[in-house]
């Protein structure tokens, strides 16, 4: 297992740990719920914003995701390595990309929480966290075609 898949078990970790009775200190430098302009102020204006949430694979698909969550933005911060996810200005998610090709990404290379490092593998991510509470593994339906790349494939139809 990767650098990224190594990711996905710190963010399922860290959404458990989140829920639970336990507290770990997140370390990060903007927390959730901060206003947009104090993220701005802390990790400067950002690169890249994108109204409505999503990067859409068509005009039509944009206009519809748009109408359908109004005041949902992203904004990509190239030099913190972080993605903040914006509901009526207000930060609700953030995102740690292992990698990016982005010209000037840099990647995150401080503590995401509990230690846990973007660059860790999976069994660091264990130690430092404990095993996770909930382990979701869903199968794809009978439909869905592992061959073929999609974006976003929760809100797509196959």
Same mark, same amino acid.
Do not use: C, H
């Given at each position: 297992?990767? !650098?990224? #898949?190594? %990711?996905?078990?710190?963010?399922?970790?860290? /959404? *458990?740990?989140?829920?639970? $009775?336990?507290?770990? &200190?997140?370390?990060?430098?903007?927390?959730?719920?901060?206003?947009?302009?104090?993220?701005?102020?802390?990790?400067?204006?950002?690169?890249?914003? !994108?109204? #409505?949430? %999503?990067?859409?694979?068509?005009?039509?698909? /944009? *206009?519809?995701?748009?109408? $359908?969550?109004?005041? &949902?933005?992203?904004?990509?911060?190239?030099?913190?390595?972080?993605?903040?996810?914006?509901?009526?200005?207000?930060?609700?998610?953030?995102?740690?990309?292992?990698?990016?090709?982005?010209?000037?990404?840099?990647?995150?290379?401080?503590?995401?929480?509990?230690?846990?490092?973007?660059?860790?593998?999976?069994?660091?991510?264990?130690?430092?966290?404990?095993?996770?509470?909930?382990?979701?593994?869903?199968?794809?339906?009978?439909?869905?075609?592992?061959?073929?790349?999609?974006?976003?494939?929760?809100?797509?139809?196959?």
């Amino acid at each position: 297992m990767g !650098i990224q #898949g190594a %990711l996905v078990v710190a963010v399922v970790s860290v /959404a *458990a740990l989140s829920q639970s $009775s336990v507290r770990v &200190q997140w370390q990060l430098p903007v927390s959730l719920d901060q206003a947009k302009t104090d993220v701005r102020r802390v990790l400067g204006p950002p690169n890249e914003t !994108i109204p #409505g949430s %999503l990067r859409a694979v068509s005009p039509e698909a /944009a *206009a519809d995701f748009i109408r $359908s969550r109004p005041g &949902q933005s992203l904004e990509y911060y190239y030099s913190s390595g972080l993605v903040g996810r914006y509901s009526s200005d207000r930060l609700f998610g953030i995102t740690i990309l292992a990698r990016a090709d982005y010209p000037g990404w840099i990647q995150r290379s401080g503590p995401i929480i509990g230690g846990v490092l973007v660059t860790d593998r999976r069994e660091a991510v264990l130690r430092k966290l404990g095993p996770p509470s909930k382990v979701e593994d869903d199968s794809l339906d009978g439909k869905a075609n592992v061959d073929e790349p999609v974006v976003f494939p929760a809100e797509s139809r196959y």
